[in-house]
């Protein structure tokens, strides 16, 4: 997102936030850095030593000093002219924070949303009229699921689109320019899973020997007996690693959402599971099932605690036809809101 905005010719900065004492922070603006948290909280490498990391933060994620007070966050209001929250799940009920709703924001700066996530199937009642009230002080209002939209315009008339996640924004191309490939000559299956199901780690096994293909797996596995030596150890896979790892598989299992995304973008050959149980209350699914709805690949989502399924290669001409088209859309969105404002871009 960053990188689209300025290639539209606007001066655009990273805005560094942490929560008074949490140690998670999101920045308001993200455009890469949901790679480098998730694979940086997946791995357990949050000490700042690993080196993969280190680089990939120095030279593709620049951002602003560390904000992290009420005070200092006023401040920004008198620097920018529009400030941009997105994505990931920023406006998720169970990590609720006002702040990646823009309430530090004064009327006189433009305030937009770019595929905000609630990650939820439902708005508990206790926030319904605090997301109200802030989504309406919003100048322009987009969230990256439909079921996000719907939850939304029960407690609001303000008008929401739906946009793809910002993975999507960046091209095959330029994903790729930023992978490094692995040190592995023959073919291989990717497995990358962010939940703890015995089942569909099994699962990926069995998918692997059924293709004749080894097993990859991010993180490292630890899984009695699984057969899958040819993984990374963690002090060796970060951003660049991962993405040359989707990039070059034969095939990807996962439960992740960008495990999906990415997939989808370098038009791998996936199964995704559901990570979480049917009536879980802390559910994500909706998300994954909306961006596989969208690319009509929802035939690809295995339910949870199920076991190998059978299923066809994926066409690629029809859904990086629709990708093409949705992405088209939300960059219209994101440029339309930005042209509404009175934001000068160089001459």
């Not at 879980?280 to 199920?306: E, F, K, W």
């Amino acid at each position: 997102m960053v990188e689209h905005i300025r290639s539209l010719g606007y001066s655009c900065d990273l805005i560094n936030y942490r929560r008074e004492n949490r140690r998670h922070r999101r920045p308001l603006l993200d455009l890469k850095r949901f790679l480098y948290r998730r694979l940086k909280r997946l791995l357990n490498l949050d000490d700042g030593t690993n080196p993969a990391f280190n680089e990939f933060q120095r030279h593709h994620l620049p951002q602003s000093r560390l904000i992290t007070t009420p005070q200092a966050l006023g401040r920004l209001n008198k620097r920018y002219r529009a400030i941009v929250c997105g994505s990931d799940q920023i406006w998720s009920p169970g990590s609720f924070d006002p702040v990646y709703m823009l309430d530090f924001v004064t009327d006189a700066v433009e305030k937009i949303s770019y595929a905000p996530s609630l990650g939820r199937d439902a708005l508990p009642s206790d926030l319904r009229t605090t997301y109200a009230s802030l989504i309406e002080r919003l100048n322009h209002v987009s969230v990256r699921e439909e079921r996000g939209r719907q939850l939304l315009s029960e407690v609001t008339t303000a008008e929401i689109e739906v946009v793809l996640d910002p993975t999507f924004l960046l091209s095959p191309t330029k994903w790729i320019e930023l992978a490094d490939a692995p040190a592995m000559e023959t073919p291989y299956a990717l497995a990358y899973f962010l939940g703890n199901n015995d089942g569909h780690m099994r699962a990926s096994e069995a998918f692997a020997a059924r293709k004749g293909l080894p097993l990859v797996v991010v993180p490292k596995p630890t899984l009695a007996g699984l057969d899958a030596t040819r993984s990374l150890p963690p002090e060796k896979c970060g951003p660049r690693q991962f993405l040359g790892l989707i990039a070059n598989a034969e095939y990807v299992v996962t439960d992740s959402f960008h495990g999906i995304a990415l997939s989808l973008i370098l038009e791998k050959q996936f199964l995704a599971y559901d990570r979480f149980a049917p009536g879980d209350a802390t559910s994500q699914s909706s998300r994954v099932a909306n961006l596989l709805d969208i690319v009509d690949l929802s035939s690809r989502l295995v339910p949870h605690g199920a076991g190998l399924p059978n299923f066809n290669p994926i066409d690629y001409e029809a859904v990086t036809s629709r990708i093409t088209a949705e992405r088209t859309r939300s960059l219209l969105y994101l440029q339309n809101a930005l042209i509404q404002t009175d934001v000068a871009r160089p001459a």
